[in-house]
């Protein structure tokens, strides 16, 4: 399913000059997407290979590249139909692409069909180690560890010694517990590899092992490894954090999104034929996810997950609403005769990609979307879902910063880059907030994590009150929803309500120096204090 891979890393500088000087032939341009997937360089790669899907829309290559490229950047349905077009175009489908298309199922939360292809993928080639491995992933993720590593042993005996066999053992072991055992492994990887391991590994294991380091209370080594892996991060990609871009468009929104401007703008009909949106908004790690899981354990909610719509409607409303200018400006045209009709298409829009990309299920008449800062754009959800709840999680602001730094995330214009930049952008994401509370109606509830732990079924009942929802006690056994939480915490969500994130940056206190200063009006604002 892939063109031969350039000879050598080189090849790089030349394919990028073939493709400056004719960016219409699709033979350089597709395999320079090749090339930078491969090195890793997806954000950077994809644009190429869109060029490639648009030069030559019957060429299996490029649709698997789109496939490779979406599936990793957090938008498996789309990728799903990149995989799906390389089937119709082959005649004959190999291990490899099924295994892919498996993979991609899989970060969809599909499991049993991600489960047959995988099957269907080994029955072609029992010995691919591509088939064995993301198999054994799989069922991990889907709690089925017995499984998990029989499917590891088999894929030990194709490719004995890879590393990322290793990793995956180790965070078996800490999904069990037994951090000390895990970090032994991963020290052995570690000087069997040397230098030779490829950064995307070396990426995956320092995260496992600031992950098993911090379970253990060894906050400075987990700390100095985090920062190590966000070295590595921006080595890989190059990316860092858009101060100025993010500026810019917060600027931008608090220029149109004022209260005189808001008030002559119409709102989007209430549709009451199809299942409605439940917007859960917060900054990344402020616990959006427990609360997706408490929801969706309710026979009328259904969960939508990381739902990349809003983001979609942002980049396409001049086209798909007729607007005069972009995105928030083109807004200021509602306010003209044929202003309803217009934003009824834009929730139209929004709630026809929420069925394609399976939010919804029958039996329920509302729907999750947790997509992180989700909240940039309250000013829109206002106008086209004005009667929608918006659950706004809180968080104490260094447990926010610190689980965002030692995740891998690329949300909020690359904001985890380091920890400078987390909390910059969390400050402007509160002032963004804080600015649509003043300026735009808002059916907004906030909840603060905390409170949900110290009294679960209290808050699960105001806020199932506040989504109209009758009380079920389900939603307080959250951790028994079997669905697949895609996610940075979807472990922790397989487990009980438990209390030990709660204040964990005071074992931190020391690292988070250089932003605590910063951090301390947001702190005492939200009623949290630094003790």
């Not at 993010?246 to 600027?251: L, S």
């Not at 649509?436 to 079924?457: F, G, H, K, M, S």
Request: with cysteine; aromatic share 6%; proline share 7%.
């Amino acid at each position: 399913m892939t063109a031969p891979p350039p000879n050598q890393p080189a090849d790089e500088a030349s394919l990028r000059r073939m493709v400056r000087l004719d960016p219409e032939t699709p033979g350089p341009v597709t395999a320079l997407a090749l090339l930078l997937v491969r090195k890793g360089a997806l954000e950077e790669a994809e644009p190429f290979a869109r060029a490639a899907v648009r030069l030559s829309p019957d060429n299996p290559t490029a649709h698997n590249l789109m496939g490779v490229i979406l599936t990793e950047s957090r938008q498996p349905q789309a990728g799903e139909q990149h995989y799906r077009r390389v089937l119709e175009l082959v005649e004959r489908p190999n291990a490899t692409l099924l295994a892919s298309l498996a993979w991609n199922l899989k970060s969809q939360g599909r499991m049993e069909e991600s489960r047959t292809l995988y099957q269907q993928a080994f029955d072609l080639d029992p010995r691919l180690f591509t088939t064995l491995f993301g198999w054994a992933q799989m069922e991990a993720a889907d709690r089925r560890f017995d499984r998990a590593d029989e499917l590891l042993d088999a894929a030990e005996v194709v490719a004995p010694g890879h590393p990322g066999i290793a990793l995956q053992r180790a965070a078996l072991l800490g999904r069990h517990g037994d951090y000390e055992k895990a970090l032994s492994l991963l020290a052995e990887l570690e000087a069997r590899s040397g230098a030779g391991l490829e950064p995307g590994l070396r990426l995956d294991l320092l995260n496992e092992r600031g992950r098993m380091l911090d379970r253990l209370g060894r906050h400075p080594e987990a700390f100095r490894t985090f920062a190590e892996a966000k070295q590595v991060m921006r080595a890989m990609t190059g990316q860092t954090y858009g101060a100025d871009a993010a500026q810019a468009q917060a600027r931008r929104l608090a220029r149109v999104f004022t209260q005189g401007r808001v008030a002559a703008l119409p709102r989007a009909e209430v549709r009451n034929d199809v299942a409605q949106p439940i917007f859960i908004t917060g900054f990344p790690r402020s616990g959006t996810t427990m609360i997706e899981q408490t929801l969706s354990a309710h026979p009328r909610i259904s969960a939508g997950d990381e739902l990349p719509i809003i983001g979609e409607i942002v980049e396409t409303a001049q086209s798909l609403a007729g607007l005069p200018q972009p995105y928030p400006e083109g807004l200021s045209d509602l306010s003209g005769p044929d202003g309803v009709r217009k934003l009824n298409l834009l929730r139209d829009a929004y709630l026809s990609r929420a069925a394609e990309l399976g939010a919804t299920r029958p039996g329920a008449d509302r729907f999750t979307d947790k997509m992180p800062l989700n909240e940039t754009h309250l000013g829109l959800i206002s106008l086209i879902f004005p009667t929608a709840p918006v659950i706004h999680l809180i968080r104490h602001p260094l447990d926010v910063v610190l689980s965002t730094f030692a995740n891998h995330m690329t949300h909020g214009f690359h904001c985890a880059d380091d920890l400078v930049s987390t909390a910059r952008h969390y400050l402007l994401t509160l002032q963004v907030v804080a600015h649509y509370r003043r300026q735009t109606p808002l059916n907004y509830l906030a909840v603060r994590y905390e409170d949900v732990i110290d009294d679960q079924e209290a808050r699960v009942r105001e806020i199932l009150a506040f989504v109209g929802v009758d009380y079920d006690p389900r939603c307080l056994a959250f951790h028994e929803n079997p669905r697949y939480a895609r996610t940075a915490s979807h472990a922790q969500v397989g487990e009980k309500l438990y209390d030990r994130s709660r204040y964990r940056w005071r074992g931190y206190r020391d690292q988070l120096a250089p932003v605590i200063p910063m951090l301390e009006p947001a702190i005492r604002l939200l009623g949290y204090e630094v003790d």
